[in-house]
């Protein structure tokens, strides 16, 4: 489908990103690079990766777009860590610089799982203020590439922040579903700011499931309004079918190209300028 890119995460086959993406580049239009870092732990691809994602990149017609760690609370209010959230991203950004990537996804990660993102709401929004600032001061003439994600507190806590600063939406509408928050009301004011989404399954309060698995009515209303608000505004997006096994990919594509006609290399053509 014109304008939309479908991609999937670089966690499909049980191995490391460029084995992942290596296996997915004939399937899919794009790859989320799901990165994580700790002091046990990294993901972060050395610079050799990087060399090899870009050539197959190229190669194959492959976007990127690239997930920042989870473990980076930009509304923490302890100034470190707000200073090593804006390390991160200033390391990541550095790192995938070669891949040239569609977009970045951010979490405004909440203190507090549910409908109220921090026992201190008001400073926890500022602390996110300071933190986007201190981001958009750096990045600002690629501030739409920054994509903030939903998450399980409702959207319009956070999108004065977004429009303020300038940034666009990661849409996964797996998390509406799940947190039971109304579908049109979000799909009718996160859309046209919507640079990203991420499509799953929910079912029995689980997400990241295949489509198999989830509502099929709901998943064609939201790829139809995906779809009507691409074809309206003609910006191209990427739509990331966001799961982790080959079972629950091969299901949910087949899915897309049975009832959307979409499914991987045969929705779009190379993505555009950033």
Not at 47 to 61: D, F, M, Q, R, V
Request: net charge negative; glycine share 6%.
């Amino acid at each position: 489908m014109k304008n939309i890119r479908t991609g999937t995460t670089s966690y499909i086959i049980p191995d490391d990103i460029l084995p992942n993406v290596r296996y997915l580049a004939d399937k899919v239009d794009d790859i989320e690079l799901v990165l994580f870092e700790s002091e046990q732990m990294s993901n972060l691809p050395d610079e050799h990766t990087i060399k090899e994602l870009a050539l197959l990149g190229e190669s194959h017609g492959l976007s990127y777009t690239v997930h920042f760690p989870l473990d980076i609370y930009p509304g923490s209010a302890d100034p470190e860590e707000r200073t090593r959230f804006l390390r991160t991203v200033q390391r990541i950004v550095t790192l995938t610089e070669p891949l040239h990537p569609f977009g970045y996804v951010l979490h405004l990660t909440p203190e507090s799982y549910g409908p109220v993102p921090s026992p201190h709401p008001k400073r926890w929004t500022k602390c996110l203020e300071q933190s986007l600032e201190m981001m958009v001061v750096q990045y600002g003439a690629m501030s739409r590439m920054f994509c903030i994600e939903t998450l399980s507190y409702p959207f319009s806590i956070v999108y004065p922040l977004v429009e303020r600063f300038d940034l666009s939406i990661t849409l996964d509408i797996g998390h509406i579903w799940l947190m039971g928050y109304p579908m049109q009301e979000n799909l009718d004011s996160l859309l046209p700011r919507t640079r990203i989404a991420h499509l799953h399954g929910v079912h029995g309060g689980k997400d990241h499931l295949g489509l198999d698995k989830g509502d099929t009515a709901s998943v064609s209303r939201f790829l139809s309004a995906f779809s009507q608000q691409t074809q309206k505004d003609n910006v191209q997006r990427v739509l990331t079918l966001e799961v982790f096994s080959e079972a629950e990919l091969h299901a949910s594509l087949s899915l897309l190209e049975k009832s959307h006609g979409m499914m991987g290399k045969d929705s779009g053509g190379r993505y555009g300028n950033h």
